[in-house]
């Protein structure tokens, strides 16, 4: 079946270390995309991608490095200048669909805990 | 820019209907859309409306959508345990795929 996979599904991480959350899709998308989830702070863009080996900052870049070497694959490395990294991570792949109408497709989610 | 904001926290009875809002400020939105989240999971998307329509239904679900005021609500008919989630409104605007997404509303239905 078609989808998005994120991996893994909890994420443990020392401080002052890196950590690279997977995402791959099947969909043949071309756009990707990550958001953090904070609780009371809705969806806040980190990266995205519209097109292999090219991507670029969000809302939220700081602290975080991307790379779109293939189309159905956009990591994202939580680097240690991330100063608040605990939360949870959602990617997606956005297509336009027939209407002109946008609709995103998201994976399960990475919980990411600093400790 | 767009921002778009929902109230935190809403709770029904369940049988009752129930009523999630938001509102955006991008007068350019194209599209708006209603994700719901339920635990541990991403989000699946319910519904979307068009920016020159009023309003769309689809079974239980009303979407209206106050254009002047810039207004968005879900209305769920009958509602169940199994809504019980976190309800975002997305919009699209300016252009491009890029959506932006509000604060999420707690749903928790009772019995």
């Known amino acids: 079946d078609g989808g998005i996979t994120q991996s893994p599904k909890y994420l443990f991480r020392k401080e002052g270390q890196n950590v690279t959350l997977s995402c791959e899709q099947n969909?043949?998308?071309?756009?990707m995309y990550w958001y953090r989830q904070d609780p009371g702070q809705g969806l806040r863009l980190i990266y995205y991608?519209?097109?292999?080996?090219?991507?670029q900052k969000g809302d939220i870049a700081e602290g975080y490095s991307v790379s779109r070497e293939k189309k159905e694959s956009f990591p994202l490395t939580v680097t240690s200048a991330q100063k608040n990294p605990t939360a949870f991570y959602l990617c997606?792949?956005?297509?336009?669909?027939?209407?002109?109408?946008?609709?995103?497709?998201f994976g399960q989610g990475t919980r990411l805990t600093v400790v | 820019g767009e921002d778009v904001e929902q109230s935190l926290f809403l709770s029904v009875r369940e049988g009752d209907s129930s009523v999630i809002n938001c509102t955006y400020t991008?007068?350019?939105?194209?599209?708006l859309y209603w994700y719901k989240q339920e635990p541990g999971a991403g989000l699946q998307l319910l519904t979307y409306?068009?920016?020159?329509?009023d309003m769309k239904q689809d079974q239980r679900l009303t979407v209206l959508l106050n254009k002047k005021d810039k207004h968005l609500s879900l209305r769920i008919a009958d509602t169940q345990t199994g809504d019980s989630a976190i309800y975002f409104c997305?919009?699209?605007?300016?252009?491009?795929?890029?959506?932006?997404f509000g604060t999420g509303t707690q749903l928790k239905v009772e019995l």
């Open positions: 997606a792949s956005i297509v336009q669909g027939g209407n002109l109408d946008t609709e995103a497709f």
């Open positions: 969909l043949n998308h071309d756009a």
């Open positions: 991608s519209q097109i292999v080996n090219d991507f």
């Open positions: 991008d007068s350019s939105s194209t599209y």
């Open positions: 409306i068009f920016s020159n329509m």
């Open positions: 997305a919009e699209e605007a300016g252009g491009g795929n890029k959506l932006t």
